[in-house]
């Protein structure tokens, strides 16, 4: 499986982003993850493809939304109410049997 995450920025807290995620292949379940500075990879949103159900962590539900698109190529992480400790390196995640495959992150910024 390979994934192309984009769409990372900067904006001011409050605002919105959308992240975008290629991903080319099968896979049981896409997601996405992210790691701030001197902490670890937190996972934040995952949806298995067989039935669309998703899962959100605490700290972005409600603000945060996966979807994909009819092709099921790209997957999307609409992000709103932006806080400033929403800053982080953003990484888009599928799922195959027991492996795990990752893009490169997309950096997200969001001021004060």
């Known amino acids: 499986v390979q994934l192309q995450a984009s769409g990372g920025g900067l904006v001011r807290a409050g605002g919105s982003l959308r992240l975008s995620c290629t991903a080319a292949?099968?896979?049981?379940?896409i997601g996405w993850f992210r790691q701030a500075p001197g902490k670890e990879r937190e996972g934040l949103v995952c949806?298995?493809?067989?039935?669309?159900?998703?899962y959100y962590s605490d700290s972005v539900k409600g603000r945060f939304t996966i979807s994909r698109d009819n092709s099921g190529n790209t997957v999307y992480l609409q992000m709103n109410s932006l806080k400033p400790e929403d800053t982080a390196v953003y990484y888009c995640?599928?799922?195959?049997?027991?492996?795990?495959?990752w893009g490169r992150g997309t950096q997200v910024t969001v001021s004060s």
């Open positions: 949806m298995r493809v067989s039935d669309g159900d998703t």
């Open positions: 292949g099968s896979y049981r379940s």
């Open positions: 995640n599928a799922k195959r049997s027991v492996v795990n495959y």
